[in-house]
């Protein structure tokens, strides 16, 4: 499948996330929404990152692998947004999973709302074994945070939005500078 213009451009920095990679970029080529591009901008990993990122996408032309230096997460974004192409960009990290229908659902959340330049979704860690407590309670935070309300009033506590769950309008993005490092989320 060719796309000249995707909907979607998913967006996901990874450094040094060979042993995880594969399972997170399956995820992606498993949407229900197809209109999209993968930009995979590897920083620099060490452990043939790149590899599995290409061995997963099994060939598929939407995956754009970037390879550059290492340099950090917000270099690597930016560097990435630089690629991205789609009218929405949506972010993943190299570690996570995204659910089969996350795409569509954020794209026609998105596009009923025109006045909205950000959606996340509810999270879910794993393995639940390996969670702790403390992450299990911010987790429980976040997923309590469902309304514009409820997150313009914890904005400051911490990032309201778990920012690989965020699907968000490019040239909103692009128009603001791109990411910036100000020492919080």
Request: glycine share 8%.
């Amino acid at each position: 499948m060719t796309l000249s213009i995707p909907l979607v451009s998913v967006l996901m920095p990874v450094y040094n996330c060979a042993k995880l990679a594969g399972p997170t970029v399956k995820s992606i080529f498993r949407q229900t929404l197809n209109e999209f591009e993968l930009v995979v901008v590897d920083d620099g990993s060490t452990d043939g990152t790149p590899e599995t990122v290409e061995l997963a996408a099994g060939g598929d032309n939407r995956l754009r692998l970037v390879k550059a230096e290492h340099k950090g997460l917000i270099p690597a974004l930016n560097l990435g947004l630089d690629h991205c192409r789609g009218e929405f960009i949506a972010r993943m990290d190299g570690d996570d999973i995204c659910h089969p229908e996350r795409l569509r659902l954020q794209v026609e959340f998105m596009q009923a709302n025109p006045d909205v330049s950000v959606c996340s979704s509810s999270v879910r860690s794993f393995p639940n074994h390996a969670i702790r407590d403390g992450f299990k309670l911010y987790e429980k935070w976040l997923n309590s945070l469902a309304t514009h309300e409820d997150i313009s009033r914890d904005i400051f506590v911490e990032s309201p939005v778990a920012h690989p769950s965020v699907m968000l309008r490019t040239t909103e993005l692009k128009g603001l500078g791109g990411y910036q490092e100000h020492g919080w989320p």
